[in-house]
C-alpha cells in the first residue's frame, strides 16, 4: 500500500509539474511570436484561457479525486496563474524588442514556472488534508500566503497600467482584494461571520493605502507596492485577533483612525 501511494504521490507531482511546464513554455512563446503590441482585451481573454486551463488540468493531475472544498484551492491556483500571464503580459507591453529584454522575459518565465509549481503543490497539499491530516498542510497555508501577496502585487499593476477607465479599474481591483483575502483566510480555516469581518477589514486597509498613493504620480511598480505592505501587516494581525469579539465602538475608532491616516497621506502626497 505504501508504494502505490508513492507511486501515486509521484505520478501526481509529475503532472504537476508538466502542468507547470507547460504555462511556462506558452508563455514564453507567445511573448516570442507575438512581441508586437496586443489588444488589452485580448491580453485578459488569454488570461482567462489560462485562468480554466488551469482548473481543468489539477482536476487532471488529481484523477478528480477532489472534494467540494478542494476547489476554493484549485480557484487559488487558477487565479494565481492568471495574475501571472497578465502581470507578465503588461510588464513588457510594447517593450519587447531587444536581445537583453528576452533574457529578462526568460528570468522571469523561470520564477513563474517555479512558482506556478509551488502553488500547485500547495493546491495538493490542502487537497490531501482534506482526506487525511498531514504535517505538510501547515506548509501550504504558508504557500497560499505568499502566493496571495504576489497576486495583490500582480494584479495591482496589471489594472493600473491597462489603461482601463477607473469605473473599471478600481472595483476590479477592490474586488479582486476581497477574493485573495477571502481565498487565504478560508484556506487557512477562518470560516463564517469571523471570515467576512476579517476580509471585510483586510480589504479596507488595503484599499485605503492603494488610494492614498493612487494620484501620487509614482510609477505603478511603485505603487503596487502599497496595498501589498497593507496585506502583509493586516494578515499577520487580523488572523490572530478575533474579529467577532470586537466591540462595535473598536471597530468604529479602527475605521476612524484609517480614515485619518488617508486624509494625512493624501494631503502629503499632494504637497510633494
Known sequence: MRRDDT???NEKRGKLL????VIALSMFLSKIIFSGQVAVWRI????GIYFIGVIVGLLWAFNFQVKKQSFRYIFHAALFVFSQILFVDFFF???FN???EALILLILIVAVFFACYFVFLMVNTLNVNLFKPIPLAQVGRTISYIS?????YSLTFTFLISG?????????ILLLYFIIVVIHYSNIEIEGRELLRKALITTLIMSILLASVIFSGNSHEIISIIPVVGYFISVNMVTHERISSLKNSVINIYILLLLIT?????????QG
Do not use: E, G
Not at 44 to 47: G, H
Not at 164 to 172: M, V
Open 98 to 100: 531587444r536581445i537583453y
Open 18 to 21: 508538466l502542468l507547470a511546464a
Open 262 to 270: 488617508l486624509i494625512f497621506v493624501f494631503i502629503i502626497n499632494i
Open 93 to 95: 507591453f510594447q517593450k
Open 7 to 9: 507511486n501515486v504521490d
Open 148 to 152: 496571495s501577496i504576489f497576486m495583490v
Open 44 to 47: 485578459f481573454l488569454d488570461a
Open 164 to 172: 482601463l477607465p477607473s469605473y473599471i479599474t478600481i472595483p476590479s
